[in-house]
């Protein structure tokens, strides 16, 4: 299963980053397309977060265990930027609710205050 976290932040609700564990468990390796799903996803944000922004989000990855986690220092951000981060952001989760919500037994995502 994949276990996605969205690290929300207590004071505001914004959020500040995420992490994503496992596999999905839908197909073999390269053809789950949930996988594939979570994984476009969430590495597009990232790719959105640094080269659309030019935000240096604390990034850490393995592949083979299907870990991804991205973090966002609210304090390093300026507000404007922290407003187009949270667009990609809450988009990502929008979209990552979506695929739990359809493959229930392969995603879940949860919300935990930072």
């Given at each position: 299963?994949?276990?996605?976290?969205?690290?929300?932040?207590?004071?505001?609700?914004?959020?500040?980053?995420?992490?994503?564990?496992?596999?999905?468990?839908?197909?073999?390796?390269?053809?789950?397309?949930?996988?594939?799903?979570?994984?476009?996803?969430?590495?597009?944000?990232?790719?959105?977060?640094?080269?659309?922004?030019?935000?240096?989000?604390?990034?850490?990855?393995?592949?083979?265990?299907?870990?991804?986690?991205?973090?966002?220092?609210?304090?390093?951000?300026?507000?404007?930027?922290?407003?187009?981060?949270?667009?990609?952001?809450?988009?990502m989760a929008?979209?990552?609710?979506?695929?739990?919500?359809?493959?229930?037994?392969?995603v879940r995502?949860?919300?935990?205050?930072?």
């Open positions: 299963m994949v276990r996605v976290e969205l690290h929300r932040l207590r004071d505001d609700g914004t959020l500040a980053g995420f992490v994503v564990r496992g596999h999905a468990g839908r197909g073999y390796r390269g053809t789950d397309i949930v996988c594939a799903g979570v994984s476009a996803l969430t590495t597009a944000t990232v790719l959105g977060l640094q080269a659309r922004l030019g935000l240096e989000p604390e990034v850490e990855k393995d592949g083979d265990e299907g870990y991804l986690r991205c973090g966002l220092d609210p304090k390093a951000v300026p507000p404007e930027l922290w407003a187009r981060a949270q667009d990609l952001l809450e988009t929008l979209a990552l609710r979506q695929i739990a919500e359809d493959y229930p037994k392969n995502v949860e919300e935990v205050a930072v």
